[in-house]
């Protein structure tokens, strides 16, 4: 059974900073995009950031460009979101998505596999 779990979320103050993880277990993604997707109350799931397979590629949304930063070790079927600089925001349920292509999309349809989502709450 595939799943992917994510970690690392919690309540921090505005200007501080988290690191979310993604483990994935069931089968590895080392030829897959991995993507972070954020979901705030009343508003629908949005694009955060992606990473290519390999690591060589990244694209963030325009929101958090410059202040989060994503990263993937194959060898662990682990992806990263380090979030800096947070601001209120940026509360949200985290989710990891592990996409179909090597090179991920901002689109939701090109992941296949979601972890059930970490909170992050951001206090101003």
């Known amino acids: 059974q595939v799943q992917l779990v994510e970690s690392g979320g919690g309540l921090v103050q505005a200007g501080g900073s988290l690191r979310l993880s993604c483990a994935a277990s069931?089968?590895?993604?080392?030829?897959?995009?991995m993507g972070w997707f954020r979901q705030a109350p009343g508003k629908e799931r949005e694009f955060v950031a992606t990473?290519?397979?390999?690591?060589?590629?990244?694209y963030y949304a325009d929101s958090v460009k410059g202040r989060f930063t994503i990263s993937r070790d194959n060898a662990k079927n682990t992806v990263h979101l380090q979030m800096n600089s947070l601001k209120p925001e940026d509360t949200a349920v985290y989710y990891c998505?592990?996409?179909?292509?090597?090179?991920?999309?901002?689109?939701?349809?090109?992941?296949?596999?979601w972890g059930q989502g970490t909170q992050v709450t951001v206090s101003s």
């Open positions: 998505a592990a996409a179909r292509t090597a090179v991920g999309s901002a689109g939701t349809s090109g992941y296949d596999y």
């Open positions: 069931g089968r590895t993604f080392s030829s897959n995009a």
């Open positions: 990473i290519s397979w390999s690591g060589s590629l990244t």
